[in-house]
């Protein structure tokens, strides 16, 4: 099955790029996404990409998917206060519906 | 649109009670999802359902109980609760061939004492 991994902890300057990585084992995947949960809230979806692709741009976000390996980054540039969240990364396994979250990655945006 | 709703936000129960976790989507998805979601692991598959009358386990189905008699309901029952169980609880749903696109609940708070 999916297994996600992904780094716990990043802390950017205000207006700097913020990269946030993780790591996947199924190939599989025919989707790979990113959320994002604000304190307190549920998980909004921010963006994903079809595994056919490279890369996708959508305004500020960059997503990276490196198929040989399975390695997907997702690049926020013009980091701001509000982008302060915890980011999941997320992979289908095995059935239709079935979501893999990684354990996710704590954004810290200071001035 | 309400999207998904889910009921109680927050509840504290005793060892050994029961409760049901109330999940509501009012975009006639057929597809819907129970995760929960513990500090430093992510959220978790417990039951899912592809439609009315399916469910199907997830990650870590065991203590906890689901049924799908209508398109837009799906509760999630814990029928003796135990401390384990303490968590932050999720429903989600899609609706089939977009699976790309999953909307999220609020999510429910539960502490089991």
Redesign the interface.
Known sequence: GED?EQS?FLSVREGDSSVINCTYTDSSS??L?W?KQEPG?????LT?I?SNMDMKQDQRLTVLLNKKDKHLSLRIADTQTGDSAIY?C?G?SG??????????TRLAVHP | NAGVTQTPKFQVLKTGQSMTLQCAQDMNHEYMSWYRQDPGMGLRLIHYSVGAGITDQGEVPNGYNVSRSTTEDFPLRLLSAAPSQTSVYFCASHTAGHQETQYFGPGTRLLVL
């Open positions: 996600v716990l025919t989707y996404y959320y809230a549920g998980l909004q979806l994903y079809f999941f997320a289908i059935g239709y519906n079935k979501l893999i979250f990684g354990a996710g």
